[in-house]
């Protein structure tokens, strides 16, 4: 599989396990109880505005949630945020490698924001050459993340 497809894979998976285990906790109410307010602001935002484009357009088939539009950075803000880290993702999303670091959940939560160094690099530049340092930490992270169970 090539760089460009595990990076997406790892980040479709992130944000299915993040949806599916704010959904267990929080049931219909989520969203709202599960996200920073101004990730939740900001993507709310999103989904309106282009829900008006559509409508403009006189494409009103297709719509639009909140959800479609969270990143990488938005995933890592919600898994930290408030009692999401020590409710849910401490025993969720830490790799092996990093369950004994010293440090917080930011350093414990690093994985996420490197992927997504990654993934800016790779999307800004096509010409962009991935070391294999960076090629070795995605493949890993997809091994791993794929393993975990969607509630």
Do not use: H
């Amino acid at each position: 599989e090539n760089m460009n497809e595990a990076k997406k894979r790892v980040e479709e998976k992130l944000k299915d396990i993040v949806r599916s285990n704010l959904e267990n906790l929080y049931d219909d109410k989520w969203l709202e109880r599960g996200l920073p307010l101004n990730v939740f602001k900001s993507l709310k935002s999103q989904a309106d505005n282009d829900a008006y484009i559509k409508a403009q357009e006189g494409n009103t088939d297709e719509v639009s949630e909140p959800w479609d539009y969270v990143t990488l950075v938005d995933c890592r803000e919600i898994v930290l945020n408030g009692k999401n880290w020590s409710s849910i993702f401490e025993n969720v999303l830490v790799r092996d490698v990093e369950k004994n670091l010293p440090g917080d959940k930011n350093i414990k939560t690093d994985w996420i924001a490197r992927i997504n160094k990654i993934k800016n690099k790779l999307g800004s530049n096509s010409s962009y050459s991935v070391s294999s340092e960076d090629y070795q930490f995605v493949t890993q992270v997809y091994a791993w993340i794929t393993d975990i169970l969607v509630l």
